[in-house]
T-cell receptor
Framework: DGGITQSPKYLFRKEGQNVTLSCEQN?????MYWYRQDPGQGLRLIYY???????QKGDIAEGYSVSREKKESFPLTVTSAQKNPTAFYLC???????????FGQGTRLTVV | AQSVTQLGSHVSVSEGALVLLRCNYS??????LFWYVQYPNQGLQLLLK??????LVKGINGFEAEFKKSETSFHLTKPSAHMSDAAEYFC????????????FGKGTSLLVTP
């Protein structure tokens, strides 16, 4: 089945550590996105990529980094510079047109 | 810049009653509008979308929405609520300067009571 796979579903991180969230899609979509979700704040855009080897900052990129070496993969690294990383992270993909985005099941990151 | 505002962070309806979730948009160009649903600890699922053409859009699970340019609104409705409709609902519009990314409202939590 085609879709977006995020792993792991739950992730615990100690303060001061970097952690990488995985996102893989087999929908052959060119564009991919990372969102952060906090209660009552909706979804906020962290990074997006419209093509391999290119990505752009979203509204809240500070403390995060990404790469796009393959069309299928768009991993997100939460660095120690992110002051409040505990959140639900959602990866999405779409075609490069005015179509909807498809979402993964999310990764819940907790700093302990 | 394109943005959406969802009125009411929590809405409660009785089973069988009309569901009305409000969304107003701000856009300098003709907008592309979307409604998504999210169940606890899951990703988002598309309910319906408006791009061009017919202003009354029908989606999955009996939901529909009407694009009203004069009111800059895209409210989501369902004639009769089911218990299974309890979830978080998000309205979204395409960003003007972030590729094809969607800009989401803060969400409305729908509670359905017996």
């Amino acid at each position: 089945d085609g879709g977006i796979t995020q792993s792991p579903k739950y992730l615990f991180r100690k303060e001061g550590q970097n952690v990488t969230l995985s996102c893989e899609q087999n929908l052959n979509h060119d564009a991919m996105y990372w969102y952060r979700q906090d209660p009552g704040q909706g979804l906020r855009l962290i990074y997006y990529s419209q093509i391999v080897n290119d990505f752009q900052k979203g509204d809240i990129a500070e403390g995060y980094s990404v790469s796009r070496e393959k069309k299928e993969s768009f991993p997100l690294t939460v660095t120690s510079a992110q002051k409040n990383p505990t959140a639900f992270y959602l990866c999405a993909s779409s075609t490069t047109g005015n179509t909807e985005a498809f979402f993964g099941q999310g990764t819940r990151l907790t700093v302990v | 810049a394109q943005s959406v505002t969802q009125l009411g962070s929590h809405v409660s309806v009785s089973e069988g009653a009309l569901v009305l979730l409000r969304c107003n948009y701000s856009s300098s160009v003709p907008p592309y509008l979307f409604w998504y649903v999210q169940y606890p600890n899951q990703g988002l699922q598309l309910l319906l979308k408006y791009t061009t053409g017919a202003t009354l859009v029908k989606g999955i699970n009996g939901f529909e929405a009407e694009f009203k340019k004069s009111e800059t609104s895209f409210h989501l409705t369902k004639p009769s609520a089911h218990m299974s409709d309890a979830a978080e609902y998000f309205c979204a519009v395409r960003y003007s300067n972030s590729g094809y990314a969607l800009n989401f409202g803060k969400g409305t939590s729908l509670l359905v009571t017996p």
